[in-house]
């Protein structure tokens, strides 16, 4: 008699736990480009840029990748060269990056700072172990 009220409980629980998941909502990997910056965006970092990603995380998804791009009036686009993921965003007249994704697939954070004619930064990606350093250069 016990065993039909044992397999009872556990077919419940399974349920409501099933039921409870059902119920929250997804988060987004991407964090959607905003309007417009947080900050006043400065033109004299304007040019073309080019450098690279590097993983620390020894994941072999989390390739090294050429990064290419420009600063146009402020707005920074750069690209991924080994997948195509755009990042877009703003540099303040500090030299500080507010970056966002345009992947689908990956939930990158990418962060970073002007000193002299280089871009350095930290990335990380929000939905796998991938995470390290970037670098660009203004090559014009």
């Given at each position: 008699?016990?065993?039909?009220?044992?397999?009872?409980?556990?077919?419940?629980?399974?349920?409501?736990?099933?039921?409870?998941?059902?119920?929250?909502?997804?988060?987004?990997?991407?964090?959607?480009?905003?309007?417009?910056?947080?900050?006043?965006?400065?033109?004299?970092?304007?040019?073309?840029?080019?450098?690279?990603?590097?993983?620390?995380?020894?994941?072999?998804?989390?390739?090294?990748?050429?990064?290419?791009?420009?600063?146009?009036?402020?707005?920074?686009?750069?690209?991924?060269?080994?997948?195509?993921?755009?990042l877009k965003g703003w540099?303040?007249?500090?030299?500080?990056?507010?970056?966002?994704?345009?992947?689908?697939?990956?939930?990158?954070?990418?962060?970073?700072?002007?000193?002299?004619?280089?871009?350095?930064?930290?990335?990380?990606?929000?939905?796998?172990?991938?995470?390290?350093?970037?670098?660009?250069?203004?090559?014009?």
């Amino acid at each position: 008699m016990k065993k039909p009220f044992v397999i009872l409980a556990i077919v419940a629980a399974v349920l409501l736990i099933v039921r409870q998941f059902a119920n929250t909502e997804r988060v987004p990997i991407t964090v959607a480009l905003p309007d417009s910056p947080s900050f006043t965006v400065s033109n004299q970092f304007d040019g073309n840029w080019e450098g690279k990603r590097v993983d620390v995380s020894g994941d072999k998804i989390c390739l090294q990748t050429r990064i290419i791009g420009n600063i146009d009036n402020g707005q920074v686009t750069l690209k991924l060269m080994y997948n195509n993921t755009i990042l877009k965003g703003w540099i303040s007249e500090q030299g500080k990056l507010e970056l966002y994704s345009d992947s689908p697939r990956w939930g990158y954070r990418f962060n970073g700072i002007v000193t002299n004619n280089k871009i350095d930064g930290e990335w990380k990606v929000t939905n796998a172990r991938c995470h390290g350093t970037w670098h660009i250069e203004k090559a014009s």
